[in-house]
């Protein structure tokens, strides 16, 4: 598959997914403007059936989105061919993406049960965002060297590998001295 073709099929992803995404958003919008639904408790009096269905609908969304990083990985290898595992690197970031949203989605669930200790939700995400940013610094620590070429490459456009070899000598010699061929 082309580098377009790749890059069709992965707007074609991306679209999909923002589909997705906005019809739990307004699914989510439409329930926490019920009027019963904000005022009824759920397990407990500190969770609303509001608060608990948009707690769902934001894992719903993150499940769209990381499905979403999976879906976009072999595209995203085809179209960065000059970062080996440039796949993985995209799933790293959409998972950092992921979970930037989902704690500031399910605080309004989780902090009434842990008023004393919103440090280890924190504690959580902090977590595992730095274990998938140092994943992704890794990647493309390991990348570097055809980073390095490719961007060193974008600057010298008109010199191309074939270019910078040199003919041996004798054989620029022996070309020189041979009659050009006949058409």
Not at 36 to 49: D, E, I, M, N, Q
Not at 96 to 108: E, G, K, S, T, V
Not at 109 to 117: L, S
């Amino acid at each position: 598959m082309g580098k377009k073709e790749l890059l069709w099929d992965l707007l074609i992803k991306a679209v999909k997914t923002l589909v997705a995404l906005f019809t739990l958003f307004a699914i989510g919008f439409f329930v926490e403007s019920l009027p019963y639904a904000r005022s009824l408790p759920f397990l407990s009096l500190k969770l609303s059936v509001s608060v608990f269905l948009n707690a769902v609908v934001s894992l719903l969304s993150v499940i769209v989105f990381v499905k979403f990083g999976a879906e976009a990985s072999p595209a995203a290898d085809g179209i960065l061919d000059f970062i080996p595992g440039a796949g993985r690197l995209v799933r790293s970031l959409i998972k950092i993406m992921a979970l930037l949203f989902a704690y500031y989605a399910f605080q309004a669930a989780i902090f009434p049960f842990i008023e004393d200790y919103e440090w280890a939700y924190q504690t959580v995400f902090l977590g595992f965002t730095l274990f998938f940013l140092v994943r992704a610094g890794l990647q493309v620590y390991e990348s570097s060297e055809e980073i390095s070429k490719f961007l060193v490459a974008g600057l010298r456009p008109y010199k191309t590998a074939a270019s910078t070899e040199k003919p041996a000598p004798e054989k620029k010699q022996a070309a020189q001295s041979e009659p050009p061929p006949v058409p």
